[in-house]
């Protein structure tokens, strides 16, 4: 699949879910996120655990549903037996992600803590650099794939939230899927002054 209609997909679902419910939505809840990239399977073969970062919102169509965009960084350097397999001096994973996601939060009556879950599909540009014997190279290509998770929020003012998420992302990559897992730090801002969406 080429990376121009991969990107088009990703956008299309996200928006085509986002925007029939904006309107209808009781607040918006918009943040950054940060942590590490961790890799799993035959990709952590080769790949150290790395750093990711990004931004991300989230429409609520009512206090426990919402739907959302998010775009999210994710760089991993290559392991030194793996380097030297190769013959290089450097080698740097990268993943870029463009993509749509549901959230449902628990319902917690009168509570600031705020667990849920989340599932979404994306665009992953994934980019592999490669730097040795005075010579550098790249490879690019963006491919369709899944990440599901889960979250903990608290609400330390009636507008903003702090943290933790655990995300595991599924990327269809030529010939076998890559995957890896975010663990990190989320701060969120409410639009609202809600101070819990799960707790009406």
Not at 59 to 68: L, S, T
Not at 127 to 147: F, H, P, Q
Request: aromatic residues 12%; charged residues 10%; hydrophobic residues 40%.
């Amino acid at each position: 699949m080429s990376n121009k209609k991969s990107l088009f997909l990703a956008f299309a679902f996200a928006s085509l879910m986002v925007a029939p419910m904006a309107h209808a939505a009781p607040g918006m809840t918009f943040g950054l996120t940060g942590g590490a990239a961790m890799p799993m399977g035959d990709f952590s073969d080769g790949f150290n655990t790395g750093f990711n970062g990004g931004v991300y919102g989230d429409w609520w169509i009512n206090n426990q549903f919402a739907i959302g965009a998010d775009v999210l960084y994710n760089q991993m350097s290559g392991k030194d037996e793996f380097e030297t397999a190769l013959g290089v001096d450097k080698i740097t994973g990268t993943f870029i992600q463009f993509g749509g996601h549901v959230k449902w939060m628990f319902p917690m009556e009168g509570s600031s803590i705020a667990p849920w879950l989340q599932g979404g599909v994306a665009a992953y540009n994934g980019k592999v650099e490669v730097e040795g014997s005075g010579v550098s190279a790249d490879d690019s290509s963006t491919d369709m794939g899944i990440n599901v998770g889960a979250g903990l929020g608290f609400w330390s003012s009636p507008s903003m939230s702090v943290g933790v998420l655990g995300l595991f992302h599924n990327v269809m990559t030529e010939d076998e899927s890559t995957q890896y897992i975010n663990l990190g730090l989320n701060l969120t801002f409410s639009t609202t002054g809600t101070s819990s969406m799960g707790a009406k």
